[in-house]
Nanobody, 124 residues
Framework: QVQLVESGGGLVQAGGSLRLSCAASGRTFSSYAMGWFRQAPGKEREFVAATRSGVTYAADSVKGRFTISRDNAKNTVYLQMNSLKPEDTAVYYC???????????????????WGQGTQVTVSS
């Protein structure tokens, strides 16, 4: 079992920044493929960003604004969000693919473990 705990959400004005953190349990974190997803009210959960095998990926809607990174010494993955827009408002979830299966990184079913989510609200 892998436990994931997100933090860093909150209320921010459009154009502002937030950094989300996701702390993971386990002794082999460096091997985990990690992803961030989000879900807005009335919408399906959507891919935001992922990192695996040293490569990072981002959805077109956040490319150039959001950056995923990880600190394996701290068992933590981050999502730096800049130039936030009202349409970024959602609950953000951290997810882990353990062990990495090579399935599409942008699909939610690829991931085995999920955090509880953290709310991000961007006001206009």
């Amino acid at each position: 079992q892998v436990q994931l705990v997100e933090s860093g959400g909150g209320l921010v004005q459009a154009g502002g920044s937030l950094r989300l953190s996701c702390a993971a349990s386990g002794r082999t974190f460096s091997s985990y493929a990690m992803g961030w997803f989000r879900q807005a009210p009335g919408k399906e959960r959507e891919f935001v960003a992922a990192t695996r095998s040293g490569v990072t990926y981002a959805a077109d809607s956040v490319k150039g604004r959001f950056t995923i990174s990880r600190d394996n010494a701290k068992n933590t993955v981050y999502l730096q969000m800049n130039s936030l827009k009202p349409e970024d408002t959602a609950v953000y979830y951290c997810a882990a693919d353990v062990p990495p299966k090579g399935s599409p990184y942008y699909l939610a079913p690829t991931y085995d473990y999920w955090g509880q989510g953290t709310q991000v609200t961007v006001s206009s």
